[in-house]
């Protein structure tokens, strides 16, 4: 079905992989557009409940195939408007926890689709570089949404201004990643976290996404508004009646997505 990602399901993860290893998995048209589609499918699947997003080989994603565009007039305005930006917006749209496991390097563009992402594992030989300002370029895909939110304004500036490159380690003590999986297990490491968020209530885990989403752009009296909006859908699901029985029956709940 899909030329440029993998997309396989089980256990209720959706797992995608950007799978142009030749290439460092670099953005091709193609590939923009599939991530999009793929995630449209996993919102859809109900036995979908997680969705891990990484790379084939040594790298996560190197950003955009300059080869994909060379030789070309590129209004990089509508460029992005027509291939990134409705595949950043999916990452948002989707109401289901999405992880980076980002496995080696995320360049660029690359690295704006992890921080579009809810959780980034990082294997340890993982690294992040903002690497737009080398070009002449602003950080696009996100980046300049994403990342100050995450780091701050001022680590984000550094970052962004200066194009260095952050290791896993560095990553981790700003922020910028959730957690440091070894490279050796890298894979099992991931599918187990992966594992865990597939057996949360799922319903009640896309309305906290929604919501401190939402929350991001509002001031705090339309926050709690929504808050009570979002309440009152999860208050009606049935992994809410099913956790307040397993609460007075003092046993481990049994989430099933509804």
Same mark, same amino acid.
């Given at each position: 079905?899909?030329?440029?990602?993998?997309?396989?399901?089980?256990?209720?993860?959706?797992?995608?992989?950007?799978?142009?290893?030749?290439?460092?998995?670099?953005?091709?048209?193609?590939?923009?557009?599939?991530?999009? $589609?793929?995630?449209?499918?996993?919102?859809?699947?109900?036995?979908?409940?997680? *969705?891990?997003?990484?790379?084939?080989?040594?790298?996560?994603?190197?950003?955009?195939?300059?080869?994909? +565009?060379?030789?070309?007039?590129?209004?990089?305005?509508?460029?992005?408007?027509?291939?990134?930006?409705?595949?950043?917006?999916?990452?948002?749209? #989707? $109401?289901?926890?999405?992880?980076?496991?980002?496995?080696?390097?995320? +360049?660029?563009?690359?690295?704006?689709?992890?921080?579009?992402?809810?959780?980034?594992?990082? =294997?340890?030989?993982? =690294?992040?570089?903002?690497?737009?300002?080398? *070009?002449?370029?602003?950080?696009?895909?996100?980046?300049?949404?994403?990342?100050?939110?995450?780091?701050?304004?001022?680590?984000?500036?550094?970052?962004? *201004?200066?194009?260095?490159?952050?290791?896993?380690?560095?990553?981790?003590?700003?922020?910028?990643?959730?957690?440091?999986?070894?490279?050796?297990?890298?894979?099992?490491?991931?599918?187990?976290?992966?594992?865990?968020?597939?057996?949360?209530?799922?319903?009640?885990?896309?309305?906290?996404?929604? #919501?401190?989403?939402?929350?991001?752009?509002?001031?705090?009296?339309? #926050?709690?508004?929504? $808050?009570?909006?979002?309440?009152?859908?999860?208050?009606? #699901?049935?992994?809410?009646?099913?956790? +307040?029985?397993?609460?007075?029956?003092?046993?481990?709940?049994?989430?099933?997505?509804?």
């Amino acid at each position: 079905m899909y030329e440029t990602i993998l997309y396989e399901v089980y256990d209720g993860i959706a797992r995608m992989t950007m799978n142009r290893p030749d290439k460092f998995n670099a953005f091709t048209r193609q590939m923009n557009r599939e991530i999009t $589609e793929a995630l449209k499918q996993a919102q859809k699947d109900d036995h979908v409940r997680c *969705i891990v997003l990484t790379g084939a080989g040594k790298a996560f994603n190197a950003g955009q195939d300059l080869g994909d +565009v060379q030789g070309t007039d590129v209004d990089y305005g509508e460029f992005l408007r027509k291939r990134y930006n409705p595949m950043i917006l999916q990452f948002q749209k #989707t $109401e289901k926890p999405i992880i980076a496991a980002v496995n080696g390097v995320a +360049v660029g563009a690359g690295m704006s689709v992890a921080l579009a992402c809810d959780i980034r594992l990082a =294997s340890e030989n993982a =690294s992040f570089i903002d690497v737009f300002v080398s *070009i002449g370029l602003v950080p696009d895909s996100g980046g300049c949404y994403f990342l100050p939110r995450i780091v701050g304004i001022g680590k984000a500036l550094e970052l962004a *201004i200066t194009g260095e490159k952050v290791s896993a380690e560095e990553a981790y003590r700003i922020g910028l990643v959730n957690k440091i999986c070894s490279a050796e297990n890298f894979e099992a490491e991931v599918m187990a976290y992966a594992a865990k968020l597939a057996k949360l209530p799922t319903r009640a885990v896309g309305l906290i996404k929604r #919501t401190m989403y939402k929350g991001l752009q509002m001031n705090l009296e339309e #926050t709690l508004e929504y $808050e009570a909006f979002a309440q009152e859908i999860a208050g009606n #699901t049935e992994d809410h009646k099913e956790g +307040v029985k397993a609460f007075f029956q003092k046993r481990s709940p049994e989430f099933t997505g509804r």
